[in-house]
């Protein structure tokens, strides 16, 4: 019985490797997408859609090499994100609207407001301009939200691994294990002459 278990599971891994996710992140107007497989490979040449919740569909496209698309999106509202990878492969993602009105906030390359003058007196430091702060802001903004998008694309896929041999063949030893304890207590509480 156990070693049918272990065959199942081993037979079952295959199939978890191509088990698909998708994540996106918004950057000013954009979305940027990002599909891969669980085994850590980017789902290439990949259709994709944006629809509202509704079901309006917003944008399409297919994916990079690198499992990548962008989509200039106006429509207001929660967006859902749906990777089709093929023969029945596919995933989906809700990305919240507070969080491509955040993106949106402060865009990349905004314009520098003009900075007010200080009064005259002694020296003192120099206040970064407005719109300085507010383009470190974006930049800042944009290389986060790559970097989240690169993390979470790493946790989901070693998550979503499953098992390997080394946890497999623990789990069957430790069942063994169990099984060999139950079996030692109750040779014990047979006791000969009994």
């Not at 891969?36 to 569909?57: H, M, N, Q």
């Not at 609207?97 to 003058?117: D, H, I, L």
Request: glycine share 12%; proline share 7%.
């Amino acid at each position: 019985m156990l070693l049918c278990a272990a065959v199942a599971l081993l037979a079952a891994a295959p199939a978890w490797a191509h088990r698909v996710r998708v994540f996106a992140v918004a950057e000013g107007g954009r979305v940027l997408c990002n599909g891969f497989f669980a085994s850590g490979d980017p789902a290439r040449d990949c259709a994709i859609t944006v629809e509202t919740l509704d079901g309006k569909r917003v944008a399409q496209g297919r994916t990079d090499a690198e499992g990548n698309a962008a989509f200039q999106i106006e429509e207001p509202g929660d967006l859902k994100i749906i990777l089709h990878a093929g023969e029945g492969h596919g995933a989906d993602y809700i990305l919240k609207a507070s969080a491509r009105q955040t993106a949106a906030a402060a865009p990349p390359g905004a314009e520098p407001a003009s900075a007010p003058t200080a009064p005259a007196g002694p020296a003192q430091p120099a206040a970064p301009a407005a719109g300085d702060e507010a383009r470190l802001k974006a930049v800042v903004r944009a290389v986060v939200q790559e970097e989240m998008l690169k993390l979470r694309r790493a946790l989901v896929a070693d998550l979503q691994r499953g098992p390997g041999f080394t946890e497999i063949a623990g789990g069957v030893g430790f069942i063994f294990g169990v099984m060999g304890l139950a079996l030692y207590a109750r040779s014990r509480r047979r006791q000969p002459g009994d």
